[in-house]
């Protein structure tokens, strides 16, 4: 058992190096969403399945979902924004 929580914690060093270094958003949302179930993970193999719970709800779920929202947003508001540009000139 001991082994098994040292490679989750090695996994999610690994994870959260890999959320740091990549440079796609998409990937890197993607990245965050797999941390987060690393962490949830880890909460469950030290005995805190309350925290383990929140955190698959709060971190592989909603903020993965609203950083990606918050992302197509600022796309739709990019074209947009050009289109009306491209109308006007």
Known sequence: MIWFGAGVLLLIAVAGAAVVCTRDVTNQVLALGFYGLLLALMF???QAPDVALSQITVGAVALPLMVMLAIARMKFRDR????GDSRND
Do not use: H, T
């Not at 947009?80 to 289109?83: E, F, G, L, Q, V």
């Open 44 to 46: 469950f193999i030290f």
């Open 80 to 83: 947009s924004r050009s289109a």
